[in-house]
């Protein structure tokens, strides 16, 4: 069955420094993979997309990289800002012939310290 | 503006009740979901419509019923609620149901069953 892992242990990290997030997916060949972030009490918000054809994607102080053979995300924010904690989810999806299917990682949380 | 809403934002009821949630978004989009977050923060994709039909229609007992009126509202109704109903819930919208498109979420609707 499919199966999307995201390290559940809570990742603390002093600020400025960066904070590296991975996601790992087994049986499963998506054409998209999306990051989002959650804080507490509140919905996901989209962050980046990544296809499987591009290696790596930017925004701002936000990394994403996306290795089909290792089927593996990571996700990058650098120069990290209290505000930045928050729980991050990696969201798989298939092609357009599944409709926009998400299937969503458990998340990271993060916590950066002053 | 809030792009997508939904209400209530808590709902505590017995089992065996019933209750609507309901969800609008404002944004113009042409897909809607119903995700459910449970206590360990795995989040679920439970139904999906694009344009008033049905496009994604998860394992999930048939006491969950979803509407669509239009393409700017889909509304959740949940017969013979049981204490496992118990979560949070979110509505989503996106531009289309392809695979590419982020999805934006609404704030959430935890349920508790008691």
């Known amino acids: 069955s499919q199966k999307i892992e995201q390290n559940s242990e809570a990742l603390n990290i002093q600020e400025g420094k960066t904070a590296t997030l991975t996601c790992n997916y087994t049986n499963y060949s998506p054409a998209y993979l999306q990051w989002y972030r959650q804080d507490p009490g509140r919905g996901p918000v989209f962050l980046l997309l990544i296809r499987e054809n591009e290696k790596e994607k930017r925004k701002e102080r936000l990394k994403v990289t996306f290795d089909t053979t290792l089927k593996q ?5 650098t120069a990290s800002q209290p505000a930045d904690s928050a729980t991050y989810l990696c969201a798989l999806a298939p092609g357009s012939a599944a409709g926009n299917k998400l299937t969503f990682g458990g998340g990271t949380r993060v916590l950066v310290k002053p | 503006d809030t792009a997508v ?6 709902l505590v009821t017995q089992m065996g009740n019933d209750k609507s949630i309901k969800c609008e978004q404002n944004l113009g989009h042409d897909t809607m979901y119903w995700y ?35 393409k700017a509202h889909l509304n959740l109704h949940i017969n ?13 919208s996106s531009r289309t149901s392809g695979s590419s498109y982020e999805q934006y979420f609404g704030p959430g609707t935890r349920l508790t069953v008691t």
């Open chain 2, 80 to 92: 013979s609620l049981e204490l496992g109903d118990s979560a949070v819930y979110f509505c989503a």
């Open chain 1, 73 to 77: 995300s990571l996700f990058h924010i």
């Open chain 2, 5 to 10: 809403s939904q209400t209530p934002k808590y």
């Open chain 2, 36 to 70: 459910k977050q449970d206590s360990k923060k795995f989040l679920k994709i439970m139904f999906s419509y694009n344009n008033k039909e049905l496009i994604i229609n998860e394992t999930v007992p048939n006491r969950f019923s979803p509407k669509s009126p239009d």
